[in-house]
């Protein structure tokens, strides 16, 4: 589905970070968000996930239309992976795991908890999940952390599959993963300004933090 945004404004502990952010993702398309750390790209992401409040602006697609991969795996450590997959299947209404567990190299770790996995074999479930949600935009933060070169490409085919069933992706992400698909945004542009129209509003005091 095509994602649009327009003159958004967000804080971080009650301090704007960015404002006047505007794009436009087109269904079977992707757009990875560029900038040093500290700009603003996991408050961005948080805010367009529905985790936490704009100062202002809007975004097209309502928050049950997302799948949102934070750096966290959300993973419970005492069940095993097909355990983990079942329960967000659950959750969003499926049943059937296994194209997620094949997807992502896990059907031979399907009954390893996931406290006994390794770091990138919990990024991989953690990824997982968003095959098991059906949800048509994917919002990813850092999605590669942890993950060897073939993990990498591995999980880069998996966004192409969803980029061309018509998924729409936001990505923020240092790494390159080689996606025709994809668009570049540098969010240095729309660093806020010191004083500006957003400094007030975002005095009210929301804490990310604790959302």
Known sequence: MEFT??????????????EGVA??????AAL???????????????????????LAGTVSAPADAMAY???ADGLKPTLTVAENLRFWAAIYGHADIAPA????????LARRPAQNLSAGQKRRLGLARLLVTGRPVWVLDEPTVSLDTASVALFAGVLRGHLATGGTALIASHIALGLDEARDLDLTRFRARSGGPHARAASGGFDEAFA
């Open 5 to 18: 945004v327009s003159d958004l404004a967000v804080a971080r502990g009650g301090i704007p970070v960015l």
């Open 23 to 28: 794009f436009t993702v087109a269904a079977g």
């Open 32 to 54: 990875v968000l560029r900038g040093p750390n500290g700009c603003g790209k996991t408050t961005l992401l948080r805010t367009l996930a529905g985790l936490q409040p704009p």
């Open 69 to 71: 991969a934070a750096h």
């Open 101 to 108: 567990l094949s997807a992502l190299n896990l059907a031979e």
